[in-house]
């Protein structure tokens, strides 16, 4: 598994997406199967990544899942508003180091667990294409031998094929408006699905209802037993072996497995110059949201650390070391403060099936001497059970605070809709300084996908020096989602994430 070494702004990002709803405001939409366009989230989000993922060719390493998705969903091959409707859903969701094709993956695996299927595992680190890829989405008029080709340029062989279709078209069903050839009949609804909904409400489970339903002659689904025989895409391939296949996936255990391997796979299919990191549980300790800036005669020092534990019964303790020696440097123990606040905050539903129902926030508030400053920090967690207190300190790494120089100072930044601005402190003395911040800005329909912008920053005049600090700004743009600022102070290159756009006690 992924060992998060902070800050690593991928790491980091990811592990928020997958077990923080209020950080991945997409990963709630698919809960409980919920329904749209009569069909369900899940299944759009489902298709979406593996029409995303079928401009794989495995004899040129290029295409697979890279959001390309998002320039090629006009194409014959892509019908539906479910793929521009998804891609919206994920749009709020980058920043400058995860991608819409993180997204659209983690999209599968919540689609899955969201109706009632296995865990998928995810790796992340998806590298987002520019530009469409080829036109190599399947379609159900083809004929067997140009779909097993097909497969198997996409890394999957014939077996491979039936099991992933099996999978797949557990969810949702195919619309009369977008394939008026296939549909041929009325459908009250509009949509044929693969198997019948569940008479309660609209959602369909993901299991393998559509493999016993076939293999016993009851199947609805339309790309089988469609009056269209040339779109009986679902016949020939699910036929293809003498039903052998189908028959192993009528056992629930085996088609779990079998569809946490092949969705797994389709989802990881990226092109060969990228390289995903390792599966990513849920860390046992994560710093999260560490700010640090002058106020009031001294450096405020916020900081988080996320811990998986049960109830509130542990005390965390902060510690810091000074940056030099002069001013008031802490002793060689270091500098020492108590949380001022432990709160509970909600896991996903990802993370509640990984077995943490819940985190404790630790919250920090230390204030620093301006002169000897902060060069790390580390915690000591003590269970209060009669165990020995231990020590947090990124897996023997510390957590390094870089610089003082150049430091985003969320109190004199504005976030409001009123007025959006960030502000930086440089430190004084300070010669041939430019600062500026590079934001990562959210897409918007009809090509959704987060751009970057640089902006420039100039002397803030609304903020006078302080604290030995002097303060630049700029506006920033309209649906901005995260910055990093890059700065250079007297031939010296600096740089600050800054991945939310709020804090603590701000
Ligand atoms: C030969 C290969 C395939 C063909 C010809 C095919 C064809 C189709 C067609 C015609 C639809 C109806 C789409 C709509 O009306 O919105 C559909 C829906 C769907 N397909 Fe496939 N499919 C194939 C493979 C797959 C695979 C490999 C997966 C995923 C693992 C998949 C997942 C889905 C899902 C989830 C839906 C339902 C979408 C919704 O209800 O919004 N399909 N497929």
Request: hydrophobic letters at 40%.
């Amino acid at each position: 598994d992924a060992v998060f070494n902070w800050p690593d702004p991928l790491l980091s990002t990811l592990d928020d997406a997958l077990y923080r709803p209020l950080f991945s405001a997409a990963s709630t939409f698919a809960l409980n199967c919920g329904p749209r366009d009569n069909s369900t989230i899940a299944a759009q989000w489902l298709r979406l990544a593996y029409h995303d993922a079928a401009t794989y060719d495995v004899t040129t390493g290029l295409g697979g899942l890279d959001a390309s998705i998002a320039y090629e969903y006009t194409r014959p091959q892509n019908p539906g508003a479910g793929m521009l409707e998804s891609l919206v859903d994920f749009a709020v969701s980058p920043n400058e180091y995860v991608g819409m094709a993180d997204f659209i993956a983690m999209g599968a695996i919540n689609a899955v667990i969201g109706c009632g299927g296995p865990i998928i595992p995810f790796r992340g680190g998806r590298v987002d294409a520019t530009e469409a890829g080829p036109a190599t989405v399947p379609e159900p008029q083809q004929d067997l031998a140009t779909h097993t080709a097909k497969f198997a340029a996409q890394g999957f062989n014939a077996t491979e094929m039936i099991s992933l279709i099996a999978c797949g078209h557990s969810l949702g069903g195919v619309r009369k408006v977008d394939f008026p050839l296939v549909v041929t009949e009325d459908v009250s609804t509009g949509v044929q699905t693969f198997t019948p909904p569940p008479t309660v409400n609209q959602t369909v489970g993901f299991d393998n209802t559509l493999v016993h339903e076939y293999l016993d002659g009851t199947t609805q689904d339309v790309l089988v037993v469609g009056s269209n025989i040339t779109t009986r895409s679902d016949l020939r391939i699910f036929s293809s072996d003498n039903n052998v296949t189908m028959n192993q996936l009528a056992d629930l255990n085996t088609f779990n497995e079998v569809c946490v391997d092949l969705i797994g796979r389709m989802i990881n299919t990226v092109p060969s110059s990228v390289t995903l990191t390792d599966n990513i549980e849920p860390f046992d300790f994560k710093v999260w949201n560490t700010l640090l800036f002058p106020q009031g005669g001294s450096l405020a020092f916020l900081a988080t650390l996320r811990i998986i534990e049960n109830g509130l019964t542990g005390t965390v303790t902060m510690f810091w070391a000074s940056r030099s020696d002069s001013g008031s440097p802490c002793p060689p123990s270091g500098c020492s403060v108590p949380s001022f606040q432990v709160s509970p905050a909600e896991s996903s539903f990802l993370a509640t099936l990984k077995g943490v129902p819940s985190f404790n926030l630790h919250s920090f508030n230390a204030s620093i001497d301006l002169v000897s400053s902060i060069s790390h920090f580390w915690f000591e967690v003590d269970n209060n059970d009669g165990s020995a207190p231990f020590v947090v300190d990124n897996n023997g790494k510390n957590y390094t605070i870089d610089q003082d120089v150049v430091l985003f100072d969320p109190r004199r930044s504005s976030f409001t809709i009123a007025g959006q601005f960030i502000v930086v402190g440089v430190k004084d003395p300070a010669t041939d300084i430019n600062v500026t911040a590079l934001s990562t800005v959210s897409g918007s329909s009809p090509i959704p996908m987060p751009s970057n912008t640089v902006l420039q920053l100039k002397l803030d005049t609304a903020h006078p020096p302080a604290d030995g600090y002097t303060f630049y700004t700029a506006p920033l743009p309209d649906a901005v989602l995260s910055n990093t600022i890059h700065a250079t102070v007297n031939g010296t290159a600096y740089s600050e994430w800054v991945p939310f756009l709020s804090a603590p006690g701000v």
